[in-house]
């Protein structure tokens, strides 16, 4: 596999894994939440850590999508440039 190539799967399994994250987080937060709707923690000190570790996550997960759109655009870029070298080494001499 050449670098363009996995260009594209690091970019497309970057945007996985955070798609996964947001998710994993997002039902973490559904399934503490009680029948009144209210998230429910042992203490306020494990309400505080997991709130911020979770934000942490989110923002991580963020990153990583922006790294996987890049990732994926730097391909794109990449493959009009190698067909545009095709064309022009294709093409008779003109003299």
């Not at 670098?3 to 399994?13: D, K, S």
Request: contains cysteine.
């Amino acid at each position: 596999m050449d670098t363009v190539t996995a260009q594209l799967v690091f970019g497309i399994i970057v945007i996985v894994i955070a798609i996964v994250l947001i998710y994993w987080i997002n039902r973490r937060k559904f399934y503490r939440r009680n029948g009144m709707g209210a998230e429910g923690f042992s203490s306020f000190e494990a309400s505080v850590f997991t709130r911020f570790i979770e934000r942490i996550g989110k923002w991580i997960a963020y990153a990583l999508i922006v790294v996987g759109i890049v990732c994926i655009w730097t391909y794109s870029q990449m493959k009009k440039d190698k067909e545009k070298q095709e064309v022009k080494t294709e093409q008779p001499a003109q003299h």
